[in-house]
């Protein structure tokens, strides 16, 4: 969930459309470092494939005020841990949308929850 002002979510919303078509997994052989050492030093072959298996973001609609301030949600589903590892901080595409949000929507605000599902339902689709 994102804290961004109201006129600067449009913004926000094409960054996460460009971060999804261009994120990627790049396979790395090194030992897990800082990005910034791991950046500079890794040798990467891109398969091309995407590790997102899918992601949903929107503006929030709260009716009596208990969204406390978060004006941005988005619903990432990854296939692994180690793909959610990526994500944070190993993926150039994710790098440069938190880049491009900070220059174009600058976040006030952020909290990032991963969970694994533990119970779930659906309605039945019927024919």
Not at 9 to 36: C, H, W, Y
Not at 111 to 121: Q, R
């Amino acid at each position: 969930m994102v804290k961004i002002p109201e006129d600067k979510i449009d913004i926000a919303l094409q960054g996460f459309e460009i971060f999804v078509k261009n994120q990627q997994k790049v396979r790395v052989s090194i030992p897990r470092t800082s990005l910034k050492l791991r950046l500079a030093n890794e040798v990467k072959s891109q398969d091309g494939k995407p590790y997102i298996l899918s992601m949903q973001a929107g503006r929030t609609r709260a009716h009596v005020n208990i969204d406390q301030g978060y004006t941005l949600v988005a619903k990432t589903v990854f296939k692994s841990m180690e793909d959610v590892e990526y994500y944070i901080d190993g993926c150039e595409a994710h790098q440069a949308f938190k880049v491009y949000l900070k220059e174009n929507a600058t976040p006030e605000g952020l909290m990032s929850i991963c969970f694994t599902p533990e119970v779930s339902w659906e309605v039945e689709k019927s024919s």
